[in-house]
């Protein structure tokens, strides 16, 4: 076993290790294989060293390291407790999964795939490690450079109008919050005279200056995480790249704003109860108008991003209460969220990448015909509504019962209803989708195609009349969407390779179900960081 020394030092590496993998990935141009074999060597690495440390940490040590042997408040603090290797290993293993759907999707022969992925996970390793609300903000921009290129790389041909639309969005809504989470950053700074969380360490709670501070930061970070009613940015956005990249942005970049939330709220808040109220209030609005949002959807993936917006809710709950019950549903349940929704954006994706299409009726029969990706969305979709005996039920019940202990009704019973919606949301996905009968849909594919063939002629004439011109890019889109929906459905196949993603994530939900006691108590552990943060504190002061 590593020395505490030897592992504080690595804590930077764990950083800067994949911003380096991506310099020689883009040093070796444009070998394809060879990139993505570095990706999927510097991940499975990286998920290895993550299982290792968390049973370093299982017993709630933190290691803590600053860059250069600098002195606190100048040095770049990176700390290790069970919280962030939770989230370590969690995020590793979803960037394993997505690289991996990304690849049987043929998303890898885009040009600077694969050093893009790397780079974006240095910014979510170095967020999640870094004790420095400063540092917070740069990560995150680390994080979110490569993402724009990802989403313009492999944005969606449905709709070409709107995936423009999307990206733009998607752009200006990160930028404006990145551009709060900076005023908010030097706010603090110029109130509290530091930025280094030690040092910030129950300040705000005892400051209203240094409160009001941080309360621009955290509505930056809320704003990441898509909170009601600063949610519809992501609504937007998320239907328009490609279902990998979708289901990877699903599990990486709300989920480090929710874990900065956490860590912000138990550090420099302490926890404190008056502001409580807010959250309760903010998190249960969340899960109703997310789910809400919902029910008038017909396309599969939209469906499943309104219902990302809705679980954070449930998410956030944890923090919200703020109790050792609260805080352990939480996590257990952010844990669990993270691997659900991507493998329910893979299974639906996976249909969408072969059949060309996720809209809801316009593909169906799929159990039929493919019997392995249907079982993977139902395992998954069941486990997001909270039914036995997968890893949902557990975290639902764990945050139902610290949500009675700490008599928020409204909040409870918001809960039960959004999971009944959530339900029959996702029934509405497998009746529309995954059910019903091939030659149906064999009729509706003929019946769209003479459709389409008529709007084509129309259109022709209206450009004729005009004297415009499609674009070459259009009409290669056009034909190559043709193409898709000419092919005869049973001439399309799910292969292993591209189903293997959401399955393997459903059977971790199985997994999480069954031996829920594993995952509880490291959440256990991370909640106990979080209630007292002296040790996490001590440790960076140390460093």
């Not at 990302?308 to 352990?328: C, E, K, N, P």
């Not at 639902?396 to 909040?411: C, D, F, P, Q, R």
Request: glycine residues 8%; hydrophobic residues 55%.
């Amino acid at each position: 076993m590593l020395s505490y020394d030897t592992l504080s030092a690595l804590l930077p590496v764990l950083a800067g290790g994949p911003l380096l993998m991506a310099g020689v990935m883009i040093l070796l141009g444009r070998t394809y294989v060879l990139q993505t074999a570095l990706m999927f060597v510097s991940l499975l690495a990286m998920l290895g060293f993550s299982i290792g440390l968390i049973f370093r940490v299982d017993d709630g040590e933190v290691i803590a390291h600053g860059t250069a042997n600098w002195p606190m408040g100048i040095a770049i603090p990176f700390v290790l407790d069970m919280f962030s290797a939770l989230m370590l290993l969690t995020t590793t293993i979803l960037a394993l999964t997505c690289a991996w759907f990304a690849v049987a999707s043929g998303l890898h022969r885009e040009r600077f795939f694969a050093p893009l992925v790397m780079i974006l996970m240095t910014g979510v390793y170095g967020a999640i490690l870094t004790a420095d609300i400063f540092n917070f903000f740069v990560f995150i921009e680390v994080m979110l450079l490569p993402s724009y290129g990802l989403y313009a790389l492999t944005m969606a041909r449905r709709a070409p109008d709107k995936r423009v639309d999307g990206l733009r969005l998607y752009i200006s809504a990160n930028l404006l919050a990145s551009t709060v989470l900076l005023i908010g950053v030097g706010f603090v700074y110029g109130t509290a005279g530091t930025v280094n969380l030690a040092e910030l360490a129950g300040v705000a709670a005892e400051d209203d200056t240094v409160a009001i501070a941080m309360a621009v930061v955290m509505l930056a970070m809320l704003t990441k995480a898509s909170v009601v009613p600063i949610h519809t940015w992501l609504t937007r956005t998320y239907n328009y790249t490609s279902p990998a990249i979708t289901a990877l942005f699903s599990g990486l970049h709300t989920k480090v704003g929710v874990y900065i939330t956490y860590r912000l709220y138990a550090v420099v808040f302490g926890g404190d109860d008056r502001f409580l109220w807010v959250f309760v209030a903010l998190f249960t609005a969340t899960m109703f108008f997310g789910v809400m949002g919902a029910v008038g959807e017909f396309h599969s993936r939209s469906i499943l991003v309104f219902h990302m917006v809705s679980q954070l809710g449930y998410i956030l709950m944890g923090v919200a209460l703020f109790t050792q019950v609260g805080l352990t549903a939480g996590i257990f349940y952010l844990v669990h969220h993270m691997l659900v929704k991507a493998s329910l954006f893979m299974s639906t994706g996976a249909v969408e990448v072969r059949y060309g299409s996720g809209q809801i009726g316009r593909v169906t029969g799929i159990a039929k015909r493919e019997p392995i990706i249907a079982i993977a969305f139902f395992i998954a979709a069941l486990s997001l509504a909270g039914i036995p005996p997968f890893s949902g039920f557990v975290a639902k019940a764990s945050l139902m019962i610290a949500t009675w202990e700490a008599s928020e009704v409204l909040a409870l019973i918001t809960m039960v209803v959004v999971s009944i919606i959530t339900l029959l949301s996702m029934l509405k996905i497998w009746g529309g989708m995954f059910w019903g009968d091939e030659k149906d849909e064999e009729k509706r594919a003929q019946a769209r195609a003479r459709r389409e063939a008529r709007e084509r002629r129309a259109r022709k004439a209206a450009e004729a009349e005009t004297g415009a011109a499609a674009t070459a890019a259009s009409v290669a889109i056009a034909e190559k969407t043709d193409d898709v929906e000419k092919e005869a459905p049973h001439e399309r196949r799910i292969g292993f390779f591209l189903a293997a993603p959401s399955v393997i994530l459903a059977g971790m939900t199985i997994a999480i179900g069954l031996g829920a006691e594993v995952l509880l108590g490291w959440s256990e552990t991370a909640a106990e960081g979080l209630m007292d943060t002296s040790t996490y504190v001590e440790a960076v002061q140390n460093s």
